[in-house]
């Protein structure tokens, strides 16, 4: 029975955004809110804190790490299957994490299996808009990362409330039924009628007489096609940016695991501290919008670069206030001018990576990036726990340990693009230099070859008007 297809920029494509952007607020918005269970899950397994903090760096890297696995099944099987898909394993591993019983147990059921889930149903959503948007994609882009925000907000004060009432393993009990409403996302998402002509499909190769060396042929071919390594060794813009984000990101997750944790640790009660991550939420509902918003006009196209590296300094610059004082009103302060900057590092990040990579090999240098990013979000958060182990729970340590890393982060990037662009610009004078001297011999041989031919054409005139 053929299937009816949607029309792009029709009724139905408001209906497709309104569920991205659900769904990205139950992905993304989720990691934010697990600093909440940190001292729970610790005195729960009687664990340290490097070692409960493998649970969100688990989490939050395999949400990152499975965009190349995410790319081949949406190819495969279309974007609705891929969210719901996404949807049934992060329920999963919420509910079976409610009944483990050793950390080991929790890192692989809520940390790699809703991780992975949650991965499918995000990046899933974000594909689909492309394929429904075209003239009004940076709107709707937009328009989708406000999910995100109010998943930063609701989320910690679910949370907080589930809690008390429920303990942990009743709360990520509920979060596995809450993380069903990904696949009544997915199910939205109705197959769309587009202009570009479908791939073709070559047949079969022949048999090749030596399998194993078509079987690492076949592997290489997949692995250049998502994860462009070519790139990464040819393309110095590239190279400067996935170094200087993964160091970045060393620093960056930091204040979403251990600022609850650092509030509750200097005596703030802790449903106001809870409530700092969702002023942070909050705060990125109109923040994060403008920023992309802003971003996406033309005359910010060639310094899109350094407007990142801006934002990453002044996060790093903001976590050394907050390490300066515990006090509830300079915590306020602090969530309000981190948004500013947060919301400048999420409406760049991929931005950036468009304007330095070419769009045909997009899809693939975003995989190799995701994939060297979520190794930088693996180890930051079990770093500094195992920094505040040998600190006797120091926490203003970790604020100074990711202003480190935000700093240097913003200082490479910007340092490095600049070379970049001088030594840029000779290039380009000798290219335009050779280009216009190019042009110009071809224009006095394409004059001498005129005069030729007319310096023919007469003499054949005259030829046949003599005899």
Same mark, same amino acid.
């Given at each position: 029975?053929? %299937?009816v297809?949607e %029309?792009?920029?029709?009724?139905?494509?408001w209906?497709?955004?309104?569920?991205s952007?659900?769904t990205?607020?139950?992905?993304?918005g989720?990691?934010?809110?697990t600093g909440?269970f940190f001292t729970?899950?610790?005195?729960?397994f009687?664990?340290?804190n &490097?070692e409960?903090?493998?649970?969100?760096?688990?989490l939050?890297a395999m949400?990152?790490? *499975?965009g190349?696995?995410?790319?081949?099944? @949406?190819? %495969?099987f279309?974007c609705r299957?891929? @969210?719901?898909?996404?949807?049934? !394993?992060?329920s999963l591993g +919420?509910?079976?994490s409610s009944?483990?019983r050793?950390?080991s147990?929790l /890192?692989l059921?809520?940390?790699?299996?809703?991780g992975l889930?949650?991965?499918?149903s995000?990046? &899933?959503s974000?594909?689909?808009l492309?394929f /429904?948007? &075209?003239?009004?994609?940076a709107?709707?882009?937009?328009?989708?990362?406000? *999910?995100v925000? !109010?998943?930063?907000?609701?989320?910690?004060?679910?949370s907080?409330?589930l809690l008390?009432?429920?303990g942990w393993?009743g709360?990520?009990l509920v979060?596995?039924?809450v993380?069903?409403?990904?696949?009544v996302c997915?199910?939205?998402l109705?197959?769309v009628?587009?202009s570009?002509?479908?791939?073709?499909?070559?047949?079969?190769p022949?048999?090749?007489?030596t399998?194993?060396?078509?079987c690492?042929a076949?592997?290489?071919?997949?692995?250049?096609?998502?994860l462009?390594f070519?790139i990464l060794?040819?393309?110095a813009?590239y190279r400067v940016?996935?170094?200087?984000?993964?160091? +970045?990101?060393?620093g960056?997750?930091?204040?979403h695991?251990?600022?609850?944790?650092y509030a509750?640790?200097?005596?703030v009660?802790e449903?106001?501290?809870?409530l700092?991550?969702?002023?942070i939420g909050?705060s990125n509902?109109?923040?994060?919008?403008?920023?992309?918003?802003?971003a *996406?006009?033309? $005359?910010?196209?060639?310094?899109?670069?350094y407007?990142?590296?801006?934002?990453a300094?002044?996060n790093g610059?903001t976590?050394l206030v907050c390490a300066?004082s515990? $006090?509830?009103?300079?915590?306020?302060g602090?969530?309000?001018v981190?948004?500013?900057?947060?919301?400048?590092?999420?409406?760049?990040?991929?931005?950036?990576?468009?304007?330095?990579?070419p769009?045909?090999?997009?899809?693939s240098?975003?995989?190799l990036f995701?994939v060297?990013?979520s190794?930088s979000? !693996?180890?930051?958060?079990?770093l500094a726990?195992?920094l505040?182990?040998t600190?006797?729970?120091?926490f203003s /340590?970790v604020? /100074?340990?990711?202003?480190?890393?935000l700093?240097?982060a913003?200082?490479?990037m910007g340092?490095?693009f600049?070379?970049l662009?001088?030594k840029? %610009?000779p $290039?380009?004078?000798?290219k335009?230099?050779?280009a216009?001297?190019e042009?110009?011999?071809?224009q006095?041989?394409?004059?001498?070859?005129?005069c030729? &031919?007319?310096?023919?054409?007469y003499?054949?005139?005259?030829y @046949?008007?003599s005899?």
């Amino acid at each position: 029975m053929p %299937r009816v297809l949607e %029309r792009a920029e029709g009724c139905w494509a408001w209906v497709v955004l309104l569920a991205s952007l659900v769904t990205q607020g139950l992905t993304l918005g989720f990691p934010t809110c697990t600093g909440i269970f940190f001292t729970e899950l610790q005195h729960e397994f009687q664990a340290s804190n &490097s070692e409960t903090s493998w649970f969100p760096s688990i989490l939050t890297a395999m949400l990152h790490a *499975g965009g190349p696995l995410c790319s081949i099944l @949406v190819g %495969r099987f279309g974007c609705r299957v891929t @969210v719901m898909l996404g949807g049934a !394993l992060a329920s999963l591993g +919420m509910v079976t994490s409610s009944f483990c019983r050793t950390l080991s147990q929790l /890192y692989l059921t809520a940390g790699f299996i809703t991780g992975l889930g949650m991965c499918f149903s995000f990046q &899933s959503s974000i594909t689909v808009l492309g394929f /429904y948007f &075209s003239r009004h994609r940076a709107l709707a882009n937009a328009l989708a990362s406000v *999910g995100v925000s !109010l998943g930063i907000t609701l989320w910690p004060l679910l949370s907080r409330y589930l809690l008390e009432d429920l303990g942990w393993r009743g709360t990520f009990l509920v979060f596995g039924g809450v993380f069903l409403h990904c696949c009544v996302c997915g199910a939205v998402l109705r197959p769309v009628a587009t202009s570009t002509a479908p791939e073709t499909t070559e047949g079969p190769p022949p048999p090749s007489k030596t399998p194993a060396t078509g079987c690492l042929a076949a592997c290489g071919r997949a692995i250049q096609r998502h994860l462009a390594f070519d790139i990464l060794r040819h393309n110095a813009g590239y190279r400067v940016y996935t170094l200087g984000v993964m160091w +970045m990101i060393l620093g960056f997750p930091l204040p979403h695991v251990f600022l609850v944790p650092y509030a509750m640790w200097h005596g703030v009660d802790e449903h106001r501290a809870a409530l700092l991550i969702s002023i942070i939420g909050f705060s990125n509902i109109f923040l994060r919008p403008m920023a992309g918003l802003v971003a *996406g006009r033309r $005359d910010f196209a060639g310094h899109r670069k350094y407007l990142f590296s801006l934002a990453a300094l002044l996060n790093g610059l903001t976590n050394l206030v907050c390490a300066a004082s515990a $006090d509830f009103r300079v915590l306020v302060g602090y969530c309000l001018v981190y948004s500013v900057s947060m919301s400048g590092i999420g409406a760049l990040l991929f931005q950036v990576l468009m304007d330095i990579v070419p769009m045909d090999r997009f899809s693939s240098a975003l995989g190799l990036f995701t994939v060297l990013e979520s190794i930088s979000i !693996l180890i930051s958060p079990p770093l500094a726990g195992l920094l505040l182990d040998t600190t006797d729970n120091n926490f203003s /340590y970790v604020f /100074y340990m990711s202003s480190f890393f935000l700093i240097s982060a913003a200082l490479f990037m910007g340092g490095s693009f600049c070379a970049l662009q001088k030594k840029e %610009r000779p $290039d380009k004078q000798a290219k335009a230099e050779g280009a216009i001297t190019e042009a110009a011999s071809e224009q006095g041989l394409m004059a001498e070859d005129s005069c030729d &031919s007319k310096k023919q054409l007469y003499t054949e005139v005259m030829y @046949v008007t003599s005899v």
